[in-house]
């Protein structure tokens, strides 16, 4: 089973994005989609694989919240 944790955009650098995700921020590897500063994407070990809208975004982070 795979897990995908959402991250909102914050700066792109070539194929690297600095991303915001639970309170903290990391770098991802964001090769594989065509994405933009502000949006939301689905993140597994450190590679951005999907686009999403802020509002499943929101959604996603809820559900987390109630896993901990």
Known sequence: MCLTIPGKIVSIERNKALISQAG?????????IDAKI??????????AVQKISKQEAEESIRAWKLLK
Not at 24 to 32: A, E, P
Not at 38 to 47: C, H, I, N, P, S
């Open 38 to 47: 502000g949006e939301y994407v689905l993140v597994q070990a450190d590679m």
């Open 24 to 32: 903290n921020t990391k770098h991802v590897d964001i090769s594989l």
